[in-house]
């Protein structure tokens, strides 16, 4: 069993619609992250909240915004997605934001857009 | 530009023999390295650490090496089980982690 739960696992979306990715841990990590993988790539870090702040945002789109409600919760809000952003997106939240603390990853939520 | 490459994207080995996995880095301000090991359909689960001020850091039956000069850093399995079949991903950074392209690992009953 994963301690980071990501929902929903799988979703399909139009270009047009709005929907919300969503992460939750309740390990007491203060800080917590979004990456997208590509088949066969390297999981790439798109955000990085640090004690519910934003600290990191790799130059994503802005069709792809990140919320931090509270220390358990991640949301990652997507609107007028396209088909390129097809991909797993993984969350995943460490002890502190301090690369030596092991980050611990949901199972995803596999995302296709049509 | 990738800043952590995995070059092998499959490894088989025998059980019992021994693992050897490898990542390069590019930048060499880089003090934190970590392994993960993925299963399919889940996300990826620490496997061990090192940081800049080591070459060498052993748990069990994983051994991560270090070799700074290079760029380069390994993770030997020994002896390798049939359960050990995953992909394997190293992670180099300091507060924001690049992550390899990962290795299949295979092990053979």
């Known amino acids: 069993d994963t301690e980071v739960t990501q929902t929903p696992k799988h979703l399909v979306m139009g270009m047009t619609n709005k929907k919300s990715l969503k992460c939750e841990q309740h390990?007491?990590?203060?800080?917590m992250y979004w990456y997208k993988q590509k088949a066969k790539k390297p999981p790439e870090l798109m955000f990085v909240?640090?004690?519910?702040?934003?600290?990191i945002n790799e130059s994503v789109p802005s069709r792809f915004s990140p919320e931090c409600p509270n220390s358990s919760l991640l949301n990652l809000h997507l609107h007028a997605l396209q088909p390129e952003d097809s991909a797993l997106y993984l969350c995943?939240?460490?002890?502190?934001?301090?690369?030596?603390?092991?980050?611990?990853f949901g199972d995803g939520t596999r995302l296709s857009i049509l | 530009d990738q800043q952590v490459k995995q070059n092998s994207p499959s490894l088989s080995v025998q059980e019992g023999r021994i693992s050897i996995l490898n990542c390069d880095y590019t930048n060499s301000m880089f003090d934190y390295f970590l392994w993960y090991k993925k299963y399919p359909a889940e996300g990826p689960t620490f496997l061990i650490s090192i940081s800049s001020i080591k070459d060498k850091n052993e748990d069990g039956r994983f051994t991560v090496f270090l070799n700074k000069s290079a760029k380069h850093l390994s993770l030997h399995i020994v002896p390798s089980q049939p359960g050990d079949s995953a992909v394997y991903f190293c992670?180099?950074?300091?507060?924001?982690?690049?992550f390899g392209a990962g290795t299949r690992l295979t092990v053979k009953p």
């Open positions: 995943a939240s460490s002890l502190t934001p301090v690369g030596n603390q092991p980050q611990h």
């Open positions: 909240y640090s004690y519910e702040k934003l600290s």
């Open positions: 390990m007491g990590h203060r800080a």
């Open positions: 992670a180099a950074g300091n507060n924001d982690m690049r």
